[in-house]
Each structure stands twice: as C-alpha cells, then as structure tokens.
C-alpha cells in the first residue's frame, strides 16, 4: 500500500546551516506531496506542497521539489534558525482519494542550537 | 477566526471506561478529520466526515470507536471500553471542502489509559 519513509531523528544543527530532511514515497498513481510542521505544544501546520512531478513547493525559505524518477519530496532549508525547531512531517495523499485521507511520515524532529 | 478547537486538550481514563473527544472546525468548515498518533509513529488517518455523514471511515478500529459530526455542535470522537493501548495523541482536522483544500489542524488531544 501507499506510504512514506522520512529520515529518523532528531537532526541537530547549528544556527545558519544548511538543512535537509529527506522523505521517500510509494504510491499508485500520482499523489499529491506535503510538508507539515508541528512546533512545541501546537498543531500541524501546512508547510508546503506539491501536486504534480517537477513542481517546488517553497514557504518561509523552505522547499521541496517533487521526483517523480527518485519518488522523493527532501525538505531543504539553506540557513536555519533557532526557531525552525520543530518536528516536521512529509505526507501524501493518496491519487484520487480524499485530500483529507493523509499519509504520514513518523516525522523528524530539528533542534537547531544558537 | 479561531482555529480548529479540541477539548480536552488531556484526558486520562482508567481502562474499561469511556472516552469522548471533541472537535470545533474552523468556521465556514464543513469537512472534519480524524487522526491518530501513537508513540513514536505518524499520523494515521481514521475518519472523515462531513455534517451527518461519514464519508470514509477506512482507517477506523472495527470495535469500540465511532465518530459523528451532528448538524449542530461538535464533532464527536468516541472512545468505549478504553484498553492501554487506546493512549495516544487524537488530532482533528478541517477544511472548507474536498478536493483540493488545505486541511488545518487543531492541537491535539492527548489520552492515557492508566
């Protein structure tokens, strides 16, 4: 069935590195790709996101580009901050499913040490 | 315009007893998700509804849980006969439609069976 692989955690780096956090999917048909972002005590919040091949989804410095050959969506960040810690999420939903019906990644938590 | 609401945001019941969660969508939203996150996994997707109708219900234990969206109020995540393995984060979701929209998350409510 349908499903997503993220890098395990936790990823700590330093203020102003570079980050990538890398996720893989298997799918039928062409699903759409998500990035979601949870910070302490909060909900998940949309990021970014990509609905067909090729497309780059970007939000705050963040971005994602959807490959279809590689079947990835990798989250890049060319200079974190202290306050882009936070676990995130790459998710899928599924070709012709409900947007609502996610598939989620288990997440990868960023510590991200002034 | 307040976010999607969740209550309690805790709760701890003793196994055998029941639990209800509920979730306020976003106003002008008419489409709820239910998910659940156990330790140390991703989101999984349980239930989605609409104002008094459950369109997919896939991801939904076959015993003990059921969910509503009544025409008034909130929506409903119930919970009976709570077992130890029941303990884990609930986060509802919402959006204005289907296909398409964004979802948006609440917060979370977090269960433990003791």
């Known amino acids: 069935g349908d499903s997503v692989t993220q890098m395990e955690g936790p990823v700590t780096l330093s203020e102003e590195a570079f980050l990538t956090i890398n996720c893989t999917y298997t799918a039928t048909g062409y699903p759409s790709l998500f990035w979601y972002v949870q910070y302490p005590g909060e909900g998940l919040q949309l990021l970014l996101k990509?609905?067909?091949?090729?497309d780059k989804g970007s939000n705050k410095g963040f971005e994602a580009t959807y490959r279809k050959e590689t079947t990835s969506f990798h989250l890049e960040k060319g200079s974190v901050q202290v306050s882009d810690s936070a676990v995130y999420f790459c998710?899928?939903?599924?070709?012709?499913?409900?947007?609502?019906?996610?598939?989620f990644g288990k997440g990868t938590k960023l510590s991200v040490k002034p | 315009n307040a976010g999607v609401m969740q209550n309690p945001r805790h709760l701890v019941r003793r196994r055998g007893q029941e639990a209800r969660l509920r979730c306020s969508p976003m106003k002008g939203h008419s489409h709820v998700y239910w998910y659940r996150q156990l330790p140390e996994e991703g989101l999984k997707f349980m239930v989605y509804?609409?104002?008094?109708?459950?369109?997919?219900e896939s991801g939904m234990p076959k015993e003990r849980f059921s969910a509503e969206f009544p025409k008034e109020g909130p929506s409903i995540l119930r919970i009976q006969q709570v077992v130890r393995g029941d303990s884990a984060a609930y986060f509802c979701?919402?959006?204005?439609?289907?296909?398409?929209?964004?979802?948006?998350f609440g917060e979370g409510s977090w269960l433990t069976v003791v």
């Open positions: 998710a899928l939903s599924r070709y012709g499913g409900s947007q609502g019906n996610l598939i």
């Open positions: 979701a919402s959006s204005p439609g289907e296909a398409g929209n964004t979802i948006y």
């Open positions: 990509a609905t067909k091949a090729d």
């Open positions: 509804l609409q104002k008094e109708n459950i369109i997919d």
